[in-house]
């Protein structure tokens, strides 16, 4: 992510919160392009707070995270 992070709006955990540290993990450049885009369009949000608003909204409609079926990976083209 390039350029300034001013008006950026960060997950601030509660007090006494340790954070799940999830670090590697490997997006392809349209996937990380894709959650970026969705993120500043929700507010201008950072990465690690537009996910925890997703997970939110999912587990408000369904009642927990998705589990994926065992499909094979899905193939990246060029749009």
């Not at 885009?37 to 409609?61: I, P, T």
């Not at 079926?69 to 990246?76: K, L, S």
Request: charged share 25%; no cysteine; hydrophobic share 40%.
């Amino acid at each position: 992510m390039t350029g300034s992070n001013a008006g950026v709006k960060r997950n601030r955990l509660p007090r006494g919160v340790e954070p799940a540290r999830i670090r590697d993990i490997a997006l392809h450049p349209d996937t990380g392009k894709d959650f970026q885009d969705a993120a500043k369009a929700s507010g201008n949000l950072s990465f690690s707070l537009y996910l925890e608003r997703l997970r939110a909204q999912l587990v408000a409609e369904y009642g927990a995270l998705p589990v994926l079926d065992e499909t094979p990976e899905v193939a990246h083209t060029a749009a």
